[in-house]
Every structure is written in structure tokens, then in C-alpha cells.
């Protein structure tokens, strides 16, 4: 579904990521981890387009990502940031339903996808005339999701979607999450700073250390087949994994 080739991001002389060669399955859900300053969100950025790469390919459902495509391979993608990135002077409603009326989609088929997502993500209906500030934040991380979805993108891309929430409200929210995944069978791509949520919610996991990839695998790979001594740290500094 997605694969980089070569692909490298430059900032002036310095590299926030080295040329990397990366395949993300279709249907499957791959987690990008690492310390801050990886390259991990870069390459979020650079599969959605907000970052041109230095150097390499992205390609996207058999499309390469070039400028003059860009703005149909990004209706392929859904985008959920860490914070939301909700507009506070739009309600609930009026955010998830920005690009259906940008788009001139009929309000029916508009209302009927809202009350699917509303469902899938256990959003209250009456929550969508209130606005950002009057939300907790996992209502309006189920905003975003469904803002993200609301198009029905064949790409799920979330930039630390759980990761200014207090621990009870984002165990809760994982377990929807993975629910939401295993049962919308999309191709996801997330990023996220524990390991314990990668080997929870993602079948691949990608760790990163300055801008290269280190080892790629399932939990249980980089868990008892370190690659070298940083995955070994790295691992042994998550604590949460004692939870699994």
C-alpha cells in the first residue's frame, strides 16, 4: 500500500531522516517508534506531503507521490495529529464535515457517513454542536478520527493520536482504537513514543534512532531478537511493557 525507496529528508546539512527503504502492508497497521528527534513524524509528513523528501520515492497505492498528484493521493488519506488539530471556532459537526462540504457532497450521504462514524468511535450524537474547548480530550481525539475517516480514505495516518492523554482515558481509547482497526481492515500508519501501545495496536513495528531505521518487526522480534544494543536500551526503558 505504501512503500519509500530511498527516501531522506534534509533540513540545510542536517538530516532529520537518512535515506530509508520501507514497505507498509495494505490492510495492516504499522507503528513508527523511537526517542524524540528520530525521524519518525518526518516520515508521516513526508507520506502526506507536508514535507517534500530530499532525495527517494513515495509511493502510494502503485502512485508516486509528486506535487502535481498530490492533492488526490492526500483524499486517499485519513491524518489524525496529536492534539487534534481541531478549528475552536467550528463545532464538532462542522469539523468533520469540512471536506464533504468543501467537496459538495450531498448532506444526505454527508449525514448518513456521520452517524456511521459517530457509532463506530462511540461518539455521543449529541456532542456535535458543541465546540473543541467544551470537549475532553478523547472526545475531541474521536473528532479528529472522524474527521479523518469521514471520506473513507484507503490510509489511516495518526501523529501520536493518544499521547497528551491522562493513562486511564488512553487505555480506553486503545482498546477502541484496535477495535476500530481490526474491523475497518485500513492501512494505518501511527506514531507513538510507548512501546506497549506499537506492540498492543500494530502487527509491524519500525523503531528509529536518528533518522535511520534500526530494526522493523513485531514485538516479540525486537523484543527477544535485538538488532543491537540501542534496541536493547530502548526496550528496557519501556516500563509499560510489563503490561503485556
Known sequence: ???????????????????????????????????????????????????????????????????AD??????????????????????????????????????????????????????????LDRYPVELSGGQRQRVSLMRALILDPDVLLLDEPLGALDPLVRSGLQTELKEIFQRLKKTVVFVTHDM???????????????????QHGCLEDLRERPANSFVTEFMSAQRSLVQL
Request: proline content about 5%; overall charge positive.
Open 1 to 67: 500500500m505504501i512503500e519509500l525507496r530511498g527516501v531522506s529528508k534534509r533540513f540545510g546539512s542536517d538530516y532529520a531522516l537518512h535515506p530509508i527503504d520501507l514497505v507498509m502492508n495494505g490492510g495492516r497497521t504499522t507503528a513508527l517508534i523511537g526517542p524524540s528527534g528520530c525521524g519518525k513524524s518526518t516520515v508521516l509528513r513526508l507520506i502526506v506531503g507536508l514535507l517534500e523528501p530530499t532525495s527517494g520515492t513515495i509511493v502510494v497505492e502503485k502512485q508516486t507521490v509528486t506535487p
Open 70 to 127: 498530490l492533492i488526490g493521493i492526500r483524499r486517499k488519506l485519513g491524518y489524525v495529529i496529536q492534539d487534534g488539530g481541531l478549528f475552536p471556532h467550528l463545532t464538532s459537526r462542522q469539523n468533520i464535515l469540512l471536506m464533504p462540504k468543501h467537496l459538495r457532497t450531498a448532506e444526505s450521504d454527508s449525514q448518513r457517513r456521520l452517524n456511521e462514524l459517530c457509532e463506530l468511535t462511540n461518539f455521543p450524537a449529541d456532542g
Open 196 to 214: 506497549a501501545e506499537a506492540g498492543y495496536l500494530a502487527d509491524t513495528i519500525v523503531l528509529l534512532q536518528s533518522g535511520k531505521i534500526v
